[in-house]
Every structure is written in structure tokens, then in C-alpha cells.
């Protein structure tokens, strides 16, 4: 069992940054790969960013890449995303989730843990 608690959601106005963690638990949490996905209001979820097991690789939806980043420092801690030159359309509850790769998490299908989500809300 693995679980997953984010933290670091807050108000920012635009332009800004933010810093999201994923605090993850459980003997196999540092054998998974690791993401970031949102849902705004009205809309369906969408993939962020995910980091492998190793941290080694990353992958990123283009709407963020060039400002957001994913970083694992230890496999067995927790995951970041930091979040610069955040926009008002960047407005979401971020979940972090926990799949068998990143390609697993890019195609959100197969995810296997989720957390309950942090909100983060950007003002223009």
C-alpha cells in the first residue's frame, strides 16, 4: 500500500511560484514512478509532469514545460513540483500519483495510487 499526501497549495498571483510536495509512504513507494496531474474546475483531469523511480527521467505536458519543474532529491522521500511564471489558467487541484512508469502516468491510464489534492489558485 502506498499513500500519498500533497502540501504547498496556496494563492499566488501571476507570475509567481509555488512549490508543491508529495510526501509518499509505504515499503514500495521509491519503486514507482511519480506525477503531477490537475484538475480545474469544469474540466477534465489532465497530466502535468511525472519523474521515474530513479529520478533520472522526466516528462512534462507542454503547456507547463519551461516553467514547471519535477524533482525526486531521494527515491524514498518526497516528490516537488516547483511551479514558475504560473498563469490564471495554471488555477487547479494538483494530485500527485504513483504508477509503474512514467509513460503509465503520461497516458493516466493504470495509475495505481492518488492522492487527495492540494489547490492551487493564480490571480491575474
Known amino acids: 500500500q502506498v499513500q500519498l499526501v500533497e502540501s504547498g497549495g496556496g494563492l499566488v498571483q501571476a507570475g509567481g511560484s509555488l512549490r508543491l510536495s508529495c510526501a509518499g509512504s509505504g515499503r514500495i513507494f521509491s519503486s514507482y514512478a511519480l506525477g503531477w496531474f490537475r484538475q480545474a474546475q469544469g474540466n477534465e483531469r489532465e497530466f502535468v509532469a511525472a519523474?521515474?523511480?530513479?529520478?533520472?527521467?522526466?516528462i512534462y505536458a507542454d503547456s507547463v514545460k519551461g516553467r514547471f519543474a519535477i524533482s525526486r532529491p531521494n527515491a524514498k522521500g518526497t516528490v516537488y513540483l516547483q511551479m514558475n511564471f504560473l498563469r490564471p489558467e495554471d488555477t487547479a487541484i494538483y494530485s500527485c500519483?504513483?504508477?509503474?512508469?512514467?509513460?503509465?502516468?503520461?497516458?493516466?491510464?493504470?495509475?495505481?495510487?492518488w492522492g487527495n489534492g492540494t489547490l492551487v489558485i493564480v490571480s491575474s
Open positions: 500519483a504513483a504508477a509503474q512508469s512514467i509513460e503509465t502516468l503520461q497516458g493516466m491510464h493504470g495509475v495505481e495510487y
Open positions: 519523474i521515474s523511480w530513479s529520478g533520472v527521467y522526466m
